[in-house]
């Protein structure tokens, strides 16, 4: 039967120090997730790896209207792109965006009617205003945002396991 426990161990010590450990861990196994982020946009490519779908005739109509020659996805302006931006604190790492970003990620109801513009100049029309359903854009998972950022290998799994050592390094737990 044990009597009495003796912890040689600050917890509350340890706890801050593998939360430190978890968000510098992350960020060194996933790297920048605004750079990943960027990147996966600039490629064409969404989360799980495979091309991001090609944009509907309407959609590049809509840009040639506006002037612009892109028929990249999510890419137009140019804004969305420089939106991302990797936000680090001592408890967490993710990134921001603009809200337009998520939008696209979980897709949208359309419920306007908008001028088409090139540069100040009305060039046409468009109404959607009867609810179209425009897809989602899987450049990100918009339920689990960090899923397929990145993968845990045995060299990362072999690294965490050493810094807990470290922080639980000559510290026991004694059972009387």
Do not use: C
């Not at 039967?1 to 509350?12: A, G, P, S």
């Not at 790896?49 to 999510?74: D, E, F, H, V, Y």
């Not at 179209?132 to 060299?155: C, K, L, T, Y």
Request: glycine share 8%; net charge positive; hydrophobic share 35%.
């Amino acid at each position: 039967m044990i009597k009495k426990i003796v912890m040689t161990v600050d917890f509350e010590k340890a706890k801050k120090k593998i939360r430190s450990f978890q968000v510098d861990a992350v960020s060194s196994i996933m790297g920048d997730p605004g750079e990943i982020i960027r990147d996966r946009i600039s490629k064409g490519k969404d989360w799980r790896g495979g091309q991001l779908a090609s944009l509907k005739p309407s959609t590049l109509n809509i840009r040639k209207m506006r002037g612009r020659s892109s028929s990249k996805p999510l890419i137009d302006t140019g804004n969305l792109l420089k939106s991302i931006k990797t936000v680090k604190t001592k408890k967490k790492t993710g990134f921001k965006m603009m809200k337009y970003g998520m939008h696209q990620a979980k897709g949208f109801v359309t419920t306007n009617k908008f001028a088409v513009k090139n540069g100040n100049k009305v060039v046409g029309w468009r109404d959607y205003s009867d609810g179209r359903f425009v897809p989602p854009r899987d450049f990100i998972n918009p339920e689990q945002p960090f899923a397929g950022m990145f993968e845990v290998d045995s060299e990362s799994l072999k690294k965490t396991i050493r810094e807990l050592k470290k922080v639980l390094r000559h510290k026991k737990v004694i059972y009387i």
